[in-house]
């Protein structure tokens, strides 16, 4: 098939499958600074296979133009941003791969939403298109346990598993997958993360409430230091305190909590009071 490819990292092993298998005509990457898998190894991967590679939205003329050359297929792999959707074109076949068991967990991040409603199970949905964000009809869906060891990245990992089988399921038998498709039970709102105005650390924090935000929320977790905000990208733990708040080792910064400290990766946030002072995710953006 010739495919146009739409996601992020999250969603790899896919990309990697499609593209030993088929004709992939353009990749369109996703991934915020904040987003646990962003785009860069699909970027690399594609670029060296002389792959066109877009980081802009995927406008209606394009989709157009993209049919006329020949796509069979638009394979939205966890992309996040909206899709022209032109059912009424001759030839418009389009699928997407969303982190949670549809109707439950529509919206922007339905996996740190799970977590953060504490959900023993979750799973994966693989979808048509549709001009709402995820109410498309349903052709595949796997669910698997959610463990007190997951963190929100275990939990993505395993989404990339229950997808990429669920994608070698709909390649193999893709008419008649896609033609049985069937419609939502119903249509329910999307979720929001609600407690997302506590996703900061600070001194007052014990090393498990610290372990418990960063379960939930990976890199969406703030910190401010030195009067600038980041976003953490790797974190441990400790029980040794620390003689100052901060201690910059250059390897990870030290961070002193109540009764120990944690181990920080950061990534700055690009804007910084808009990130520090949101207390909902997606936060504004400021072009």
């Given at each position: 098939?010739?495919?146009?490819?739409?996601?992020?990292?999250t969603?790899?092993?896919i990309?990697?499958?499609?593209?030993?298998?088929?004709?992939?005509?353009?990749v369109y990457a996703?991934?915020?600074?904040?987003?646990?898998?962003?785009?860069?190894?699909?970027?690399?991967?594609?670029?060296?296979h002389g792959?066109?590679?877009?980081?802009?939205?995927?406008a209606e003329?394009?989709?157009?133009?993209?049919i006329?050359?020949?796509?069979?297929?638009?394979f939205?792999?966890?992309?996040?941003?909206?899709?022209?959707v032109?059912?009424?074109?001759?030839?418009?076949y389009?699928?997407?791969?969303?982190n949670?068991?549809?109707?439950?967990g529509?919206?922007?991040?339905?996996?740190?939403?799970?977590?953060?409603?504490?959900l023993?199970?979750?799973?994966?949905?693989?979808?048509?298109?549709?001009?709402?964000?995820?109410?498309?009809?349903?052709?595949?869906?796997?669910?698997?346990?959610?463990?007190?060891?997951?963190d929100?990245?275990?939990?993505?990992l395993?989404?990339?598993?229950?997808?990429?089988?669920?994608?070698?399921q709909?390649?193999?038998?893709f008419?008649f997958?896609?033609?049985?498709a069937?419609?939502?039970?119903?249509?329910?709102?999307?979720?929001?993360?609600e407690?997302?105005d506590?996703a900061?650390?600070?001194?007052g924090?014990?090393?498990?409430?610290?372990?418990?935000?960063?379960?939930?929320?990976n890199?969406?977790?703030?910190?401010k230091?030195h009067?600038?905000?980041?976003?953490?990208g790797?974190?441990?733990?400790?029980?040794?305190?620390?003689?100052?708040?901060?201690?910059?080792?250059g390897?990870?910064?030290?961070?002193?909590l109540?009764?120990?400290?944690?181990?920080?990766?950061?990534?700055?946030?690009?804007?910084?009071?808009?990130?520090?002072?949101?207390e909902?995710?997606?936060?504004?953006?400021?072009?």
């Amino acid at each position: 098939m010739k495919i146009v490819f739409l996601g992020g990292d999250t969603f790899l092993q896919i990309f990697a499958y499609l593209l030993a298998g088929h004709e992939i005509m353009a990749v369109y990457a996703y991934g915020n600074q904040e987003d646990c898998f962003r785009s860069g190894e699909i970027a690399r991967m594609a670029k060296q296979h002389g792959i066109p590679v877009h980081y802009g939205m995927l406008a209606e003329a394009d989709v157009r133009r993209y049919i006329e050359g020949g796509c069979e297929l638009f394979f939205s792999a966890d992309y996040g941003k909206k899709i022209p959707v032109l059912p009424q074109e001759e030839g418009f076949y389009a699928v997407n791969l969303h982190n949670a068991l549809l109707p439950e967990g529509r919206g922007y991040c339905p996996v740190e939403c799970a977590l953060e409603r504490g959900l023993k199970r979750s799973g994966v949905t693989l979808h048509k298109l549709a001009e709402k964000f995820d109410t498309g009809e349903i052709i595949l869906q796997e669910s698997f346990e959610i463990t007190d060891e997951d963190d929100s990245i275990d939990v993505y990992l395993k989404c990339a598993q229950a997808g990429f089988r669920m994608t070698k399921q709909l390649l193999e038998n893709f008419d008649f997958l896609y033609g049985h498709a069937h419609p939502q039970e119903k249509l329910l709102p999307c979720c929001k993360l609600e407690h997302y105005d506590e996703a900061r650390l600070n001194h007052g924090l014990t090393v498990a409430e610290a372990k418990r935000l960063y379960r939930i929320y990976n890199c969406l977790l703030r910190v401010k230091i030195h009067e600038k905000v980041y976003f953490v990208g790797g974190f441990s733990c400790g029980r040794g305190i620390l003689c100052a708040d901060v201690m910059d080792e250059g390897w990870s910064v030290l961070y002193r909590l109540r009764d120990g400290h944690v181990r920080l990766q950061l990534i700055e946030a690009e804007h910084e009071d808009v990130v520090w002072q949101a207390e909902v995710y997606p936060f504004p953006r400021i072009s």
